[in-house]
């Protein structure tokens, strides 16, 4: 170690140790619940979802496994040009401009399920139904 020549190397009363806690003990959080932390996950991806294409789904629902998380996005409401291209028989285009789409905006979604579970996400998935009824499912795996 070699000291800093302006400043002393214990700073009054740290003992060298830094500066103290500014909290309060008595304020601590208890750690999240699996609900608390399912409703976080389902909120944060329909969240990025709805950004992302402006519209979202009905309902969003994380479900939590050994390793994994899956959230399922219900009720997948379709752009208008995507609508358009499904009631022309088109709906393969669209399943896969989607899924390409979500690749590229993967690490906005691992991000929020690495927040949620402070986990480290080490693979994703997400595939889309856009026939009735309408569905995305994001995987997430954890490692």
């Given at each position: 170690m070699v000291p800093i020549a302006d400043r002393p190397e214990d700073v009054e009363g740290t003992g060298g140790q830094g500066p103290q806690d500014p909290g309060d003990p008595r304020d601590a959080r208890e750690a999240p619940t699996p609900k608390q932390v399912r409703d976080e996950i389902a909120r944060e991806i329909l969240r990025i979802h709805e950004e992302s294409y402006g519209r979202g789904a009905t309902l969003a629902n994380a479900i939590m496994g050994d390793g994994f998380v899956i959230v399922v996005l219900d009720d997948l409401e379709l752009l208008p040009n995507e609508q358009f291209l499904v009631d022309n028989?088109?709906?393969?285009?669209?399943?896969?401009?989607?899924?390409?789409?979500?690749?590229?905006?993967?690490?906005?979604?691992?991000?929020?399920?690495?927040?949620?579970?402070?986990?480290?996400?080490?693979?994703?998935?997400?595939?889309?139904?856009?026939?009735?009824?309408?569905?995305?499912?994001?995987?997430?795996?954890?490692?």
């Open positions: 028989g088109k709906q393969d285009a669209v399943a896969h401009v989607r899924s390409q789409y979500q690749l590229a905006i993967q690490s906005s979604f691992r991000a929020a399920i690495e927040r949620a579970t402070g986990r480290k996400v080490v693979g994703f998935a997400s595939t889309t139904s856009v026939e009735e009824p309408r569905f995305m499912a994001e995987v997430f795996k954890l490692e």
